[in-house]
């Protein structure tokens, strides 16, 4: 990846691990601001077994991006991208 991720230790909560987070992250077919949090980015990606997965952050920098959130993709969270 081009950008350094950064995770809060709410990123794990759901017990989604770094790793599976990062390849989320690498295959991510959507990456859109929410639009009432314009802070706030949601992602679609998969896990290294190609289960889709939501995963929230917010850019520190021009660089760096912060996790604050990973869990298995929720039919609500993939309707709200217009997936």
């Known amino acids: 990846m081009d950008v350094i ?13 770094r790793e599976d987070i990062l390849h989320a992250l690498e ?3 959507c990456d859109a601001a929410i ?10 990606g998969f896990d290294r077994a190609w289960n889709p997965l939501e995963i929230l952050y917010h850019p520190v920098d021009n660089n760096t991006i912060c996790v604050f959130h990973a869990m298995k993709a929720r039919k609500s969270f993939v309707t709200m991208l217009g997936i």
């Open 5 to 17: 991720v950064e995770f809060n230790e709410a990123a794990f909560r759901h017990n989604i691990d």
């Open 35 to 44: 639009d009432e949090l314009p802070e706030k980015h949601a992602v679609i």
């Open 27 to 29: 295959t991510k077919i």
